[in-house]
């Protein structure tokens, strides 16, 4: 696949008006975006989740744009054919329109990505309009938004009440009309994106949605089992690599404790004449 022609987004938009899935999913470094590349991936983000995945912490907000920057850089390099989209970290674009677009700006031209996302639905909408006016592809994210999980209420299902749905299906259309190329549903009721995707005229895409979106998204280090701290109920384990790691680790402990590591095929010697010429260098 490392010969694949570039995704673009006239081909995204092909892909949705063809009933075609699209393929999305979030990683933070080279070597998974050199996997994610080979693997033919069409869209991949780098989420402001590494916060938590890649730096500890226990939320999205500590990440930066500095943060952002460099392991955007990484993921370009290591998938330079995907659609590749930064994350606008807590407070890089609330503040204002020219903060949004500097910061926006920022990815584009530093990281090489081809769109930015930002959280938030008609309070956002303003954001939206100015970025994507600035010449930058804006992709809206809407339901469970994790830099705002404190308001609501922690890490849950967001629009199962009727009232909390029908404002989560309005603001779709309102990031749609303010120019949002595409829009996440994170950890919405089915019913409520199937809703949100028959209305749409851009890619809808599913975190943890249902199947009735235009595509699908899950977060590389859960679907690989590579964060420890949970494992969220819409995620499925394709490999587990982490147990893999483990179990390397402590074999890898054992035979260091037990002295079987290393042997002759993994260290490297000098010829016996330059050994000794070094010895009586060294008397």
Same mark, same amino acid.
């Given at each position: 696949m490392s010969d694949r022609k570039k995704v673009t987004l006239p081909r995204l938009m092909r892909k949705m008006r063809e009933g075609e899935q699209i393929t999305m999913i979030t990683c933070y470094d080279y070597p998974m975006a050199y996997l994610v590349e080979q693997a033919g991936i069409d869209m991949v983000l780098v989420g402001d989740s590494l916060a938590m995945t890649m730096l500890g912490y226990d939320s999205t907000l500590p990440a930066t744009m500095d943060d952002m920057i460099r392991h955007a850089q990484a993921v370009r390099r290591g998938s330079p054919n995907c659609w590749l989209i930064g994350d606008m970290p807590y407070m890089t674009y609330q503040p204002s329109n020219e903060d949004a677009i500097r910061n926006a700006g920022r990815f584009m031209a530093e990281a090489g990505c081809d769109a930015i996302k930002l959280e938030g639905g008609r309070e956002m909408a303003e954001r939206v309009h100015a970025i994507a006016a600035a010449g930058i592809p804006v992709m809206g994210h809407l339901g469970l938004t994790p830099q705002s999980a404190s308001a609501l209420g922690g890490f849950r299902v967001q629009?199962?009440? @009727?009232?909390?749905? +029908?404002?989560? %299906?309005? =603001?779709?259309?309102?990031?749609?009309?303010?120019?949002?190329?595409?829009?996440?549903?994170?950890?919405?009721?089915?019913?409520?994106? !199937? %809703?949100?995707?028959? !209305? @749409?005229?851009?890619?809808?895409?599913? *975190?943890?949605?249902?199947?009735?979106?235009?595509?699908? *998204? *899950?977060?590389?280090? =859960?679907?690989?089992?590579?964060?420890? +701290?949970? +494992?969220?109920?819409?995620? +499925?384990?394709?490999? =587990?690599?982490?147990?893999?790691?483990?179990?390397?680790?402590? #074999?890898?402990?054992? /035979?260091?404790? /037990?002295?079987?590591?290393? #042997?002759?095929?993994?260290?490297?010697?000098m010829k016996d004449e330059e050994y000794e010429e070094l010895m009586g260098m060294l008397e």
């Open positions: 629009g199962k009440g @009727a009232e909390q749905a +029908k404002r989560i %299906i309005e =603001d779709a259309k309102i990031l749609e009309e303010a120019g949002a190329y595409s829009i996440l549903l994170e950890l919405v009721p089915e019913q409520v994106c !199937r %809703i949100v995707t028959e !209305r @749409a005229g851009i890619p809808i895409i599913s *975190l943890g949605s249902g199947p009735h979106a235009h595509g699908q *998204l *899950l977060i590389f280090h =859960d679907m690989f089992n590579l964060y420890p +701290k949970f +494992k969220p109920r819409m995620v +499925k384990v394709f490999g =587990d690599a982490g147990t893999v790691i483990l179990n390397g680790l402590k #074999q890898y402990v054992k /035979e260091v404790t /037990e002295r079987t590591f290393p #042997q002759p095929e993994n260290w490297f010697t």
